[in-house]
C-alpha cells in the first residue's frame, strides 16, 4: 500500500514540542485565566499586562479508518488599555489519516486542503498554517453592568489561507461571580487557495463561511479550580449570506480550568452529538450516524490551554 | 445577587496548588493599626438562618458563611476579620466600626489574584470611611469603581456593605 509522507519524520513530535514548550516558563511569569477552551469571555488583561499562551487542540476520528489532528497555537497577548487587549499568534497543525473520508478515501484536514493525498494513501504532514492578530474591546463589564459585551476581530493570514473572524462576546455571572456562563456568536469568512474542482491543474482562491453559535458555564467549585460544560454549534456555507449551507455540527462537553496567581490550565473535551443534517451543499457520504466529518468536523476534540504572565 | 456557595463539600476533595500569597497585614497587626492601643475580647458567633437572611434582606449582599469573626473594641467599637470572593481566591480583609457604627478603616489583609491590587490604595479605602449601614455602597455610585480591578473593588464594597448590616442587626445588640 502506497505511502505519502509531507515532512513525516517526527512531525507529531515536533508539534507537541511547540504545543508545550511554554511550560517549561511556568516558573517565571505570572498569569490570567480563560474559564472555557472554545467559548471567550469578556475579561480582558488590564492595561499593560502581558500574557503568553499555548494552545493544543487534537482532532480525533472521522467517519472510518484513522485520523488525527493537533492544531497547535503559540499566542501573545498585552493590555492596551483595561478595555482593548490585542493578541498576535503564530497557528501550526500536524495531521495524519487513512481511509477517513467519504467512502473510505484518504482525505487532508481542512487547514491542509492543498495536499492531494491519493484515496489509498497513508497521508501524514505538519504545516504552519497562517499568522492572526486579535483585538477585543469590551463595551459593557459583567462586575460593573448588566451584562458583559465585548466584541473581537481577528484576521489570519497564511502562505494558502486567508480569514477574518468577527465575533459577539455575552457575558453573565452569577453566585457572587463564582458561577461564569457565556455566549459566542462568531461569523468568519474564509479563503483557501486551492486547486479548481474542475481544472486540477489549476489553482485559485475558493471561501466559505463558518457560523458559530457557542455557549458555556463553568462554576468556581473551589479556590482556584472551576468546572463546566461547553456546547458547540458550528455551520458552514459556501456564501458569505446564509445560503448554500455545507454543513453543521454540535460539539458538547466537559471544561475544567484551575487559575492561579502565576498561570492558568483550561482543558476541555468535546464529543460530536448525533444532531447533523443535511444541506444543499452537503458533501454525500459525509454524515454517518447523523455526524458530519466533512472539513474540520470530527467525532472528539480536546483542547488544552496553558497561559503565563509577564 | 442573593445566593448561597453551593458545593461547599468541594472543597474537601481538590487539593489546590501552593497560592502565591501576599500577606500584607496579620489580624494583629491590622488590629493595632485601625484601633492603636485598644485591647479586643473576641466575640465569635454563628450567625443563625433567620440573622443572614436579614443581613441578606438589609444589604441585598450574599452572607458567604454563618461564621463571624469579630472582636469588641475597648472604648467603643468593633473589630471584624472577614473575606470576599476574588478573581481566584477569596480576599481576606478587615474591617474597624466606630462606637457610632460608622467604618472607622478597612484594611486587606491578603491578596492573592494576578491582578487587581489597586483596592489596597489607602485613598481608594478612605471612601469607606465614616459610612453607615444606610449608606448605599454602591460601586460607580458613592464609592468609585476601579478599572482593571473591578471584580475586587465591588466585592470588597458588598463585603464592607453586609458587614455593616450585619453589625446593625446583630454585634450593636451585644453590646
Redesign the interface.
Known amino acids: 500500500m502506497p505511502h505519502v509522507s509531507f515532512d513525516r519524520s517526527r512531525g507529531l513530535l515536533a508539534v507537541l514540542a511547540l504545543s508545550f514548550s511554554s511550560l517549561s516558563y511556568q516558573s517565571i511569569a505570572?498569569?490570567?485565566?480563560s474559564h472555557f477552551g472554545y467559548v471567550y469571555t469578556t475579561d480582558l488583561?488590564?492595561?499593560g499586562?502581558k500574557e503568553v499562551e499555548q494552545w493544543a487542540t487534537w482532532r480525533h476520528q472521522k467517519a472510518d479508518g484513522y485520523f488525527d489532528q493537533i492544531d497547535g497555537r503559540t499566542e501573545f497577548e498585552y493590555g492596551l488599555t483595561?478595555k482593548l487587549q490585542v493578541a498576535f499568534y503564530a497557528n501550526y497543525a500536524w495531521s495524519r489519516a487513512y481511509h477517513n473520508g467519504p467512502f473510505g478515501e484518504t482525505t487532508p484536514p481542512e487547514p491542509l486542503s492543498y495536499d492531494k493525498p491519493g484515496p489509498e494513501d497513508h497521508y501524514n504532514a505538519v504545516r504552519f498554517v497562517g499568522f492572526s492578530a486579535e483585538a477585543i474591546y469590551r463595551l459593557w463589564?459583567p462586575?460593573?453592568d448588566p451584562l458583559g459585551v465585548a466584541v473581537y476581530v481577528e484576521p489570519t493570514i497564511g502562505p494558502a489561507f486567508r480569514e477574518l473572524e468577527a465575533k459577539l462576546i455575552l457575558q453573565k455571572n452569577?453566585?457572587?461571580?463564582?458561577l461564569v456562563t457565556a455566549l459566542n456568536l462568531t461569523y468568519a469568512p474564509e479563503w483557501r487557495y486551492d486547486t479548481v474542482e474542475d481544472d486540477p491543474k489549476r489553482k485559485a482562491w475558493g471561501y466559505e463561511t463558518d457560523v458559530n453559535a457557542n455557549i458555556a458555564a463553568s462554576?468556581r467549585?473551589?479556590?482556584?479550580?472551576s468546572a463546566g460544560f461547553e456546547l458547540i454549534n458550528e455551520h458552514e456555507y459556501n456564501s458569505y449570506t446564509f445560503s448554500k449551507e455545507s454543513n453543521d455540527g454540535y460539539f458538547f462537553g466537559p471544561v475544567i480550568h484551575?487559575?492561579?496567581?502565576?498561570f492558568f490550565v483550561t482543558a476541555t473535551f468535546l464529543e460530536q452529538l448525533p444532531w447533523a443534517s443535511e444541506h444543499s451543499d452537503t458533501v454525500p457520504g459525509a454524515i454517518v450516524d447523523r455526524r458530519i466529518y466533512d472539513n474540520d468536523f470530527e467525532k472528539y476534540r480536546l483542547r488544552i490551554k496553558v497561559g503565563c504572565?509577564f | 445577587m442573593k445566593s448561597r456557595f453551593f458545593l461547599m463539600p468541594a472543597y474537601a476533595l481538590v487539593i489546590s496548588a501552593p497560592a502565591q500569597a501576599t500577606v500584607y497585614l496579620s489580624v494583629e497587626q491590622a488590629q493595632a493599626v485601625m484601633f492603636p492601643g485598644a485591647t479586643f475580647s473576641p466575640d465569635f458567633l454563628t450567625l443563625t438562618p433567620e440573622q443572614m437572611r436579614a443581613v441578606e434582606k438589609a444589604s441585598d449582599v450574599n452572607v458567604l458563611t454563618p461564621q463571624l469573626k469579630a472582636w469588641k473594641v475597648s472604648g467603643g467599637g468593633w473589630f471584624i476579620v472577614d473575606q470576599v470572593v476574588g478573581k481566584h481566591e477569596f480576599i481576606p480583609f478587615a474591617l474597624a466600626i466606630d462606637a457610632q457604627g460608622a467604618v472607622k478603616a478597612v484594611e486587606i489583609l491578603e491578596y492573592r489574584e494576578t491582578y487587581g491590587d489597586q483596592v489596597r490604595n489607602a485613598s481608594w479605602r478612605a471612601q469607606f470611611s465614616g459610612k453607615t449601614k444606610d449608606a448605599p455602597l454602591k460601586l460607580g455610585g458613592d464609592i468609585e469603581s476601579i478599572s482593571g480591578a473591578t471584580l475586587s473593588s465591588r466585592h470588597i464594597t458588598d463585603g464592607v456593605k453586609r458587614l455593616l448590616a450585619t453589625h446593625a442587626l446583630v454585634l450593636a445588640h451585644q453590646d
Open positions: 505570572k498569569a490570567e485565566e488583561l488590564p492595561q499586562a483595561d463589564s462586575y460593573s452569577f453566585l457572587d461571580d463564582r462554576y467549585f473551589a479556590p482556584n479550580w484551575y487559575g492561579g496567581k502565576k504572565y
